[in-house]
């Protein structure tokens, strides 16, 4: 018999993905207080996308996804006023590089599985800044405002189930390791090197038209051990719509 011949496809995925950000930056800059962190906004979205190239069952895929979002840090204790409190503004930038291969039908007609290997890099810079500042009440190296710079760097091991529910209809539940270099530094001084790790994981819908062109719509959460923030948690919903080319 024949062998199959290899299909060799290339697929655009726009994407957009609405995170809630409930936990971030545990750095306490003034001197005698403890601090709470929230978000500024319920909803921050990151914008980006794929590009994928298929070869059979294998894929080589770089994206990205950006989003700028901010904190509010609010001071209790060490004689402050009780309105004291500063505001964090960061711009992250997430790019990732993965080759992974699908195995077809490891349940026939019911779920296939990919597994692979990959790298990312999260590029962070951003500032705090004491809001109204009460008179004399400034972080610890006397000013009310620094800034910082974070890169996190590492590879990563992504890894899917592809649940068939329909000839048309899916089920893909998604997770990706990464344990990570990060570098940070800041005016503030804190200069470090440390190891991060973390995990990124999806359950979504996807449904593919007859011409190929898949929309998907899911959840995503994300956790981080590490960055400028310490700890860093990230949830929401993501939408996304595929469009193959063949050659």
């Not at 505001?87 to 930038?93: A, G, N, V």
């Not at 610890?140 to 800034?147: Q, S």
Request: avoid cysteine.
């Amino acid at each position: 018999a024949a062998a199959e011949e290899t299909v060799y496809r290339l697929i655009v995925t726009p994407q957009v993905w609405f995170a809630n950000i409930p936990q971030d930056f545990n750095q306490n800059p003034v001197s005698g207080a403890t601090n709470t962190v929230r978000p500024e906004r319920t909803l921050y979205p990151q914008w980006g996308g794929n590009i994928a190239l298929q070869a059979g069952t294998w894929t080589f895929a770089v994206g990205s996804l950006a989003t700028e979002y901010a904190l509010i840090r609010d001071f209790t204790g060490g004689g402050l006023p009780g309105n004291t409190q500063d505001r964090i503004e960061m711009s992250r930038w997430d790019t990732d590089f993965a080759v992974t291969y699908t195995f077809l039908d490891v349940v026939q007609d019911v779920m296939d599985f990919t597994i692979g290997l990959g790298a990312k890099y999260i590029r962070v810079t951003g500032s705090y800044q004491i809001t109204n500042p009460p008179a004399g009440v400034t972080y610890i190296t006397g000013r009310i405002r620094e800034t910082f710079t974070d890169n996190i760097y590492g590879p990563t091991i992504p890894m899917s189930f592809n649940f068939h529910l329909t000839k048309s209809l899916f089920l893909p539940i998604s997770a990706t390791g990464i344990i990570a270099q990060d570098e940070y530094s800041s005016t503030f001084g804190t200069n470090r090197t440390r190891t991060a790790y973390g995990g990124t994981g999806d359950v979504a819908l996807r449904y593919i038209f007859s011409n190929g062109v898949a929309v998907t719509g899911g959840y995503r959460g994300q956790a981080l051990q590490g960055g400028p923030y310490g700890q860093f948690a990230a949830h929401g919903p993501f939408f996304s719509m595929s469009v193959p080319f063949n050659f």
